[in-house]
């Protein structure tokens, strides 16, 4: 018999505006056995923690389990997230002791993985991994992202002339824009940033004609200059006033990605956070044909084979490259991740890789 002590961050009350960790998060310490163990399960060791937007609204209290992709996390449970873990003890066919595996499991430094927690919703996922595993964090799931949504949700094409991306030094943002650059070709390659060394990395490292800081006291005028010719495909990553703004310079038949709405996850408004859309230009809509599509990345679960066919050759031509930032933590320290992604101090993918002690 192998006991551990395990760290376990579990959601202590589902927060509302303005997340506040000691609030809504509480660390407990628990002592699990490989013994207790059942087939089909797996015992894993937390090595790196992807941070998402999305992790957000699962534990925001006014979340709608009806009306979200996937059931709110409650009150009691443990806090989940996508990650990197190694499989300590094996009960499940086809993965041994040792093996690495991207699996959405919990902030925990030790935990049970079950087979119902691989099937409770669409979200789960559980595949082995080899070589780098943050290349796997950053490729494997925001890579897959930005591909499905610029590529069959945006249908852009090496026909459009003007793409617009807002976060886009971010961890799906950066690999939209690399991918409408270096493999469609596209003319004139919109990236919308925070600060003007992320909008330097923009141009640098990620092909962009144009980088705007959404701060600077010009931004409206540099918005309206550098979309000029108007908007083919507009890659919505924040809602509100940018995506207004956006839809002012749309084309006829021009089109919009909703892949996130970060500027509204932490300001909810009781579940009634605006979108930011004024009048004016909902009726671009209608009048320029545009389409709005959202998307959840988990819709295209049968294709991710296609996905990585080209993503991965892509990496390897440098027709895109991963931009990423790996902050160390203790088990303590990592709910700190969430703060550090709302705040917007990270370029590229963050992640956190765990120090066990």
Request: net charge negative.
């Amino acid at each position: 018999m192998t006991k551990y002590s395990a760290k376990q961050w579990f959601v202590k009350e589902r927060s509302g505006d303005n997340i506040n960790v000691e609030e809504t998060f509480e660390l407990v310490t628990k002592e699990l056995s490989t013994d207790d163990l059942k087939e089909g399960d797996l015992f894993l060791k937390a090595h790196f923690f992807s941070n998402d937007p999305t992790q957000r609204i699962w534990v925001n209290k006014d979340s709608v389990k009806e009306r979200l992709y996937r059931a709110p996390i409650e009150k009691g449970d443990l806090m989940e997230a996508y990650g990197i873990y190694e499989v300590i003890e094996s009960r499940r066919t086809g993965y041994e002791n040792g093996d690495f595996v991207l699996a959405r499991a919990f902030w925990a430094d030790y935990c049970t993985l079950t087979p119902i927690d691989l099937t409770i919703d669409p979200g789960a996922t559980l595949t082995k991994i080899m070589g780098d595993p943050t290349d796997f964090l950053t490729l494997g799931i925001t890579g897959i992202t930005a591909y499905f949504g610029l590529l069959t949700v945006g249908a852009a094409t090496s026909k459009d002339s003007t793409v617009v991306v807002s976060v886009a030094a971010g961890a799906t943002g950066s690999v939209v824009c690399q991918i409408a650059k270096n493999v469609l070709g596209i003319k004139n390659v919109v990236g919308i940033a925070g600060s003007d060394a992320k909008c330097e990395l923009l141009k640098k490292s990620c092909g962009c004609d144009y980088a705007l800081n959404y701060r600077s006291p010009t931004f409206k005028q540099d918005f309206e200059e550098a979309t000029k010719d108007d908007i083919d495909v507009y890659f919505d990553n924040v809602g509100g006033e940018i995506l207004d703004m956006a839809l002012l310079r749309m084309k006829e038949y021009g089109r919009i990605v909703s892949c996130g709405a970060i500027s509204m996850y932490d300001d909810m408004k009781g579940g009634k956070a605006s979108a930011g859309i004024s009048r004016e230009a909902w009726s671009q809509v209608y009048c320029h044909k545009v389409r709005i599509e959202g998307f959840i990345v988990i819709q295209f679960a049968d294709q991710l084979p296609k996905a990585l066919a080209d993503l991965v050759p892509w990496l390897m031509e440098g027709k895109i490259h991963l931009i990423k930032e790996i902050w160390d933590a203790r088990m303590e320290d990592v709910p700190q991740g969430m703060l550090k992604l709302f705040k917007g101090e990270n370029t590229g993918k963050l992640i956190t890789k765990i120090i066990h002690s």
